[in-house]
């Protein structure tokens, strides 16, 4: 062969031998070096994750299904810059529909370089279908779910609010927010090697489900009428505030759970401006010292522990000293010999006193422990505190004084549902029950789950509980008359608890309060009223035992609970 085809023969063969080389080391590269990027790579390609439309929150409903908490649709208009042929026609058209500028619409669709653009983050459902209508090139209307609150400001408190973003906060939205917001669903497609679709093998892609749905123990009527006598409290004896809880005692459920001053959980961000917020509910997040109240605690404990009966006596000289300190009753004066009854009629300070002195630290702190003071009772609602109750032990906080103050409510702090829990007890036979405001959870799928009673402790006995019931009827009609209920035996303790400030006690300014049940026997009700410093009258017995009666009369009719010896219908004619 010449010598010339045969260089172009070894030339030709070089470049094969260094082609094969290059083809070589590349299957090198991505078989051996790159193979886990590639085959991640490859991975990613054949499944792809596809996330669903999110559902709406679950829905809040009264006992008898009227809806509390809802959802609208809402819509948010975005685009993606790129796909976007025209941006100043586009700008210009979008600019009439929402009333912005055109020229700031403009600059966001002409960044080509931005993959989404938030144009409006909220229209009506009604502006968000006309712009979606239009079908501008590049322009995405999205829908979202708006939380909507139709009965406006009932119930706010127990309900709690969601801002704009989905977080939500106190009340049921806060406790039962993981059940009540909806999971991020996501389903995995596996598409075609050759680009040709997706190959979808597993189940089908469905919509995810909503949150659950919640029906609560509220009753819409009787919180209606709650708030009602609530507003009319507040107004005729001038307070700065208050609440009333209504429980039923047999199971616990609160019916009503009202607080002022409140606000619209649908327009929350009107009331950011408050001080104090009005957000956190008092019933719950917010301790007070109890007053007189809570004598019905430190009676129960002498009677069921057996030092004292209701006619055990003990001589009243108007004062009585404990630990150093002491101790008068709120009228200054001495009453002589007296029952243990006639101490909780009076509402004396030097009975109670002697009371909590003849059973000592041991079992008298050991019963209001039993009665869940200074814990948490776990009721259903977010931001509950424990009140304060300092134990014998606790050398820096308590001193021997405590006993003598503590029967009467002084120089401990409670929470409105702590005190109607406590008082819920009593009218119970003694059993002391978990309250919750949440009687049902329903599941997307239709299931249920009844809320069952959860027995927290039996501080005193049946006995002891019907005894002390008895005697709470008696304060009543001797103590309290503006409480009583024409045709209805009912019990109850008044409290005009004096304000702690710094050095002492607020000379001028009470809480008033007033706690108690019916019918008696078997109530089918506690009501606990709260009015913060009312002007007309420092005295619960002029202020919240005459609420408690115009609530109480209502209730009996509401829930159909026939009078001493009749009907209802009976006693209307």
Known sequence: MAEGPRRRLRLVSMLLIGLLLVIVAQLVQVQVISHGFYADW????????????EPPRGVIRDRSGHLLAGNSVMYAI???????????????????????????????????????????????????????????????????????????????????FCNAVGECSYGVEGFYDSLLRPEDVKKEEQNDPLGDGVLWTGPPVVFPDPGMELVLTLDRTIQMLAEEELERSVREYQAEGGTIIVMDPRTFEILALVSLPNYDPGSFF??????????????????????????????????????????????????????????KNASREAYGEQTVSDALVK??????????????????????????????????????????????????????????????????AVTPIQMATAVATVANDGVRLRPHIVGRRIAPDGSVIVSQPVVEAQPISPNTARQLSEMMVRVVEEGAPGA????????????????????????????????????????????????????????????????????????????DIPPDGGSVAEAAR
């Open 42 to 53: 490859a991975q990613e390609q054949y499944k792809q994750s596809v996330v669903i439309v």
């Open 347 to 412: 509402s004396l300070n030097v009975g109670t006193a002697w009371l909590s002195t003849q059973m000592g630290p041991d079992t008298f702190y050991h019963y209001l422990r039993a009665f869940g003071i200074g814990q948490p009772t776990g009721v259903d609602l977010a931001g509950e505190v424990s009140g304060q109750l300092w134990l014998p032990g606790d050398f820096e906080n308590w001193h021997d004084a405590n006993l003598g103050t503590n029967s009467f409510g002084q120089g401990l």
């Open 484 to 559: 009583k209920v024409e045709g209805y035996r009912v019990a109850g303790k008044t409290g005009t608890a004096q304000i702690p400030v710094p050095g002492g006690y607020d000379k001028q300014r009470t809480i008033a309060s007033f706690v108690g049940f019916g019918p008696v026997p078997n109530p089918q009700f506690v009501i606990l009223i709260k009015l913060d410093r009312p002007k007309t009258s420092i005295w619960a017995v002029d202020t919240a035992a005459s609420a408690f009666s115009r609530l109480a009369s209502r209730l009996f009719v509401v829930l």
């Open 270 to 327: 009107e009331f950011a401006d408050q001080s104090p917020l009005p957000f956190e509910d008092p019933a719950t997040s917010l301790q007070y010292e109890p007053g007189s109240i809570f004598k019905v605690l430190t009676v129960a404990a002498a009677l069921d522990s057996g030092t004292a009966t209701p006619e055990t006596t003990y001589y009243d000289t108007g004062e009585i000293e404990v630990g150093g300190q002491v101790i």
């Open 78 to 160: 975005e685009a993606d810059p790129r796909s976007v042929d025209d941006p100043r026609a586009t700008a210009a058209e979008l600019s009439v529909l929402l009333h912005m500028p055109s020229m700031e619409i403009e600059r966001l669709l002409s960044n080509k370089e931005a993959l989404w653009a938030s144009i409006c983050p909220k229209v009506s459902k009604e502006l968000g279908e006309e712009i979606a209508a239009e079908r501008l090139p590049g322009i995405t209307v999205r829908s979202l779910w708006i939380r909507e609150y139709p009965e406006g400001r009932l119930a706010s408190h127990a309900l709690g």
